[in-house]
């Protein structure tokens, strides 16, 4: 269906248990106060749980190519760990041109991350700002071909940090998309699509946000970000010694709701509907809309830097089309078959393409 400004607008209906959506409490927060949290964790003799928790807030990315912390190995060995991983994953900027060749007769589509690949990884999340270098790659890349921003971030937020119009944003994990409001070149026969995929969640979601930001209060350095159809949970200016008190809110809060799942990212809890959605599912979803979602003379090119990324490189790789670039500066099991290794390097990718479409230009 459609709206008065003639955005189609799509959303699924998903279903749930018949059980209520809401917390068995009627929407009341749960109250666990902190000394008893704490005294939990000490009750706990063997630790087992609450360090599992913290050593995978320790990773908190794509755990790396084999156990341990990479940095703990003789500098040979850590030398040799990372060669082997770039001859897997070589640098997107030194493998351009086989890119560029494999991209022959067919149709670029760019989906890019946000924190880490667009924007540096800044204490502040609110402050994650990109550079007016970075923000003119994108623009112009997205001159020449269709481009998205795919990130967990609330998809009004990301926006306002990116300023671009005539591209796709792609927020909550995908779960909130919004096209360009005017005819563009890729979007020629409607003005805007408007996709969102859990607006049964909302209710929820904000009730658990509200929640979150009550308790949270209590742990120096943590914050929580309301992406409309997710929380996250920052931790990246919490004292380790109180990530066991992070994860016992989390997990405490979220077992009221059992239609809500919670992922990690890179120093962040996630918290999402148990729906089968994710970057990967919006990457494809994208492809449809934009007319190439059963062509083969399509080349998605996928940057991100974080876990939930892995969503969209393990699709391409299973398509056996496009490639995935990963934005590390150590090794780290992926699904991608590029790497970069900081967003200063995604924007130098960036310029290169678009230098490279225009001298292709240029010769026809």
């Known amino acids: 269906m459609s709206d008065a400004k003639g955005n189609i607008s799509l959303a699924i209906r998903v279903p749930v248990s018949s059980q209520s959506l809401f917390s068995p409490g009627g929407g009341r927060c749960i109250s666990i106060p902190r000394k008893k949290l704490v005294q939990k964790i000490e009750a706990d003799p063997t630790q087992t749980r609450i360090n599992s928790w913290i050593e995978a807030m320790r990773a908190s990315s794509p755990t790396r190519t084999r156990p341990g912390n990479i940095s703990s190995l003789p500098e040979s060995d850590e ?22 060749k494999s991209s022959t007769g067919k149709q670029i589509v760019m989906f890019l991350d946000y924190d880490g690949t667009l924007s540096p990884i800044v204490e502040n999340p609110d402050q994650a700002y990109m550079t007016d270098e970075m923000r003119d790659a994108v623009k112009g890349v997205a001159r020449y071909f269709p481009t998205a921003i795919v990130t967990g971030r609330c998809r009004d937020k990301v926006r306002r940090f990116v300023k671009l119009p005539g591209i796709y944003y792609a927020g909550s994990h995908g779960m909130d998309i919004k096209g360009p409001s005017k005819k563009y070149k890729y979007n020629k026969n409607n003005k ?6 859990a607006n049964e969640f ?22 929580v970000e309301n992406n409309k159809f997710c929380v996250s949970v920052h931790y990246r200016c919490v004292d380790p010694k109180d990530w066991g008190i992070v994860a016992e809110y989390v997990t405490s809060i979220l077992s ?45 090119i996928y940057i991100g830097d974080d876990r939930t990324d892995e969503d969209a490189f393990k699709v391409l790789r299973e398509k ?6 990963l934005v590390s500066k150590v090794p780290k099991e992926t699904s991608a078959t590029y790497s970069l290794q900081e967003p200063s390097e995604v924007g130098k990718f960036l310029g290169r393409l678009v230098q490279w479409k225009q001298m292709s230009l240029t010769r026809k």
């Open 202 to 223: 909302l209710p929820m979601i904000d009730q658990v946000s509200k929640c979150l930001v009550e308790k949270m209060r209590e742990v120096a350095g943590a914050s």
């Open 320 to 325: 056996g089309q496009g490639f995935g670039i």
């Open 192 to 197: 805007g699509v408007l996709f969102q995929a």
């Open 79 to 100: 030398e040799d760990e990372y060669s082997s991983w770039m001859a897997q994953h070589p640098s997107a900027l030194s493998k351009f041109e086989e890119i560029a």
């Open 256 to 300: 009221e709701y059992p239609n809500l799942r919670l992922t990690q990212g890179r120093k962040v809890f996630e918290i999402r509907p148990t729906i089968k959605w994710d970057k990967g599912k919006a990457l494809e979803f994208l492809l449809e809309s934009l007319g190439f979602g059963h062509s083969d003379n399509v080349l998605p």
